[in-house]
């Protein structure tokens, strides 16, 4: 089985209160003569969220000035390379591995388009080989961090000596439009943060080779669910990436998750009480408390998740990446099988199981 050697995550220098970025987003979207009401509307959906600081590419002001998805997009051309490349070296640096050890690179993103890609832009900033396989994965929004997971492991799977980092890299900060006050634009600039995650996976006979143990990757489920196109995803246009963001994404995993998830441990002769550990994607409290309620969890498993929704927000493919950097700095932990689960546009679920 492929192993999990390390993680590692990176944000932006600006790092602000949820109360601060609250106020900065009202001034944007509604100018210097606000509607009150809806001000008032925009404080009560931030605080929702639960959401206590979140990193930003740029400072306040530098977000007046995106006029277009074009200069919203070099923004991104120009940051998420070198926040990608911090990630990635602090997660092979606690693997003990370097640049030239990498044979696959993975890289997810949906807040921005860059030909070439990310992972070809990391190659002469990290200094991976030339002949490193690459893998980008673009457009899958929140589930990418656990798909990155298991097509990672399926490719070091067939390559039992191999090396495979994925990274995920999100700058959603660059995605708020400026006038639009519709609520999917509201939750959106109070929920997702900007950042990212690496994750180190080697073949278990390189694993050996070097001593390593680690958390292996046992297997992964995916699934879409039918009629949900318009639940969650970007209308694309000249104007940039407008968010579509259903209500129903709560009751969709309420209702329709459990039975996927049992159906996955089936498979390996476990139940939903044998999941030691839990490695949850924060898609916002009430998605959270959907998730809670529908696989029965105990306030415990999802602690982890919890601090990164409050810590850093919703980093889109990035969090769930984020959320397993957690659970790997913790040391000594009993073995027992754990669960990575994230959802994204599709509407879709990925499961990936993990044994500790």
């Given at each position: 089985?492929?192993?999990?050697?390390?993680?590692?995550?990176?944000?932006?220098?600006?790092?602000?209160?949820?109360?601060?970025?609250?106020?900065?987003?009202?001034?944007?979207?509604?100018?210097?003569?606000?509607?009150?009401?809806?001000?008032?509307?925009?404080?009560?959906?931030?605080?929702?969220?639960?959401?206590?600081?979140?990193?930003?590419?740029?400072?306040?002001?530098?977000?007046?000035?995106?006029?277009?998805?074009?200069?919203?997009?070099?923004?991104?051309?120009?940051?998420?390379?070198?926040?990608?490349?911090?990630?990635?070296?602090?997660?092979?640096?606690?693997?003990?591995?370097?640049?030239?050890?990498?044979?696959?690179?993975?890289?997810?993103?949906?807040?921005?388009?860059?030909?070439?890609?990310?992972?070809?832009?990391?190659?002469?900033?990290?200094?991976?080989?030339?002949?490193?396989?690459?893998?980008?994965?673009?457009?899958?929004?929140?589930?990418?961090?656990?798909?990155?997971?298991?097509?990672?492991?399926?490719?070091?799977?067939?390559?039992?000596?191999?090396?495979?980092?994925?990274?995920?890299?999100?700058?959603?900060?660059?995605?708020?439009q400026h006038d639009d006050t519709s609520m999917a634009n509201i939750v959106s600039a109070g929920l997702f943060g900007d950042g990212a995650a690496a994750v180190v996976i080697v073949g278990d006979e390189r694993a050996k080779s070097l001593?390593?143990?680690?958390?292996?990757?046992?297997?992964?489920?995916?699934?879409?669910?039918?009629?949900?196109?318009?639940?969650?995803?970007?209308?694309?246009?000249?104007?940039?990436?407008?968010?579509?963001?259903?209500?129903?994404?709560?009751?969709?995993?309420?209702?329709?998750?459990?039975?996927?998830?049992?159906?996955?441990?089936?498979?390996?002769?476990?139940?939903?009480?044998?999941?030691?550990?839990?490695?949850?994607?924060?898609?916002?409290?009430?998605?959270?408390?959907?998730?809670?309620?529908?696989?029965?969890?105990?306030?415990?498993?999802?602690?982890?998740?919890?601090?990164?929704?409050?810590?850093?927000?919703?980093?889109?493919?990035?969090?769930?990446?984020?959320?397993?950097?957690?659970?790997?700095?913790?040391?000594?932990?009993?073995?027992?099988?754990?669960?990575?689960?994230?959802?994204?546009?599709?509407?879709?679920?990925?499961?990936?199981?993990?044994?500790?």
């Open positions: 089985m492929p192993v999990i050697v390390s993680a590692g995550s990176a944000f932006p220098v600006h790092r602000h209160q949820q109360q601060e970025i609250t106020a900065a987003f009202s001034r944007l979207v509604l100018g210097d003569d606000p509607d009150l009401a809806l001000q008032r509307i925009i404080e009560r959906t931030h605080a929702a969220t639960e959401v206590e600081h979140r990193h930003l590419t740029l400072p306040f002001d530098d977000y007046w000035q995106l006029a277009d998805f074009t200069a919203s997009n070099d923004v991104f051309i120009e940051h998420a390379p070198k926040l990608a490349a911090e990630a990635v070296g602090i997660a092979l640096a606690r693997g003990g591995l370097s640049a030239s050890d990498v044979d696959i690179i993975a890289a997810a993103t949906v807040t921005g388009v860059a030909v070439p890609t990310l992972d070809a832009r990391l190659i002469p900033i990290l200094g991976l080989r030339q002949d490193v396989k690459r893998l980008p994965l673009v457009g899958l929004g929140c589930v990418a961090g656990a798909i990155g997971l298991a097509r990672a492991s399926e490719l070091v799977r067939a390559d039992p000596n191999g090396v495979a980092v994925l990274v995920a890299t999100e700058l959603c900060s660059l995605t708020i001593g390593i143990s680690g958390v292996h990757i046992k297997d992964s489920a995916s699934f879409l669910f039918p009629d949900t196109e318009r639940v969650m995803g970007w209308d694309v246009g000249s104007y940039g990436l407008r968010v579509v963001l259903a209500p129903t994404v709560p009751e969709i995993v309420r209702d329709d998750l459990r039975p996927l998830v049992e159906k996955f441990l089936a498979k390996h002769d476990l139940q939903l009480s044998d999941v030691r550990y839990w490695v949850a994607h924060p898609g916002g409290p009430k998605v959270l408390r959907a998730l809670e309620s529908a696989l029965e969890l105990e306030p415990s498993a999802t602690a982890h998740t919890w601090d990164s929704l409050r810590d850093v927000g919703n980093l889109s493919s990035a969090s769930v990446l984020h959320v397993l950097d957690k659970r790997l700095a913790e040391r000594d932990l009993p073995p027992g099988p754990g669960l990575a689960i994230a959802m994204g546009p599709g509407f879709c679920a990925e499961l990936v199981l993990l044994q500790w």
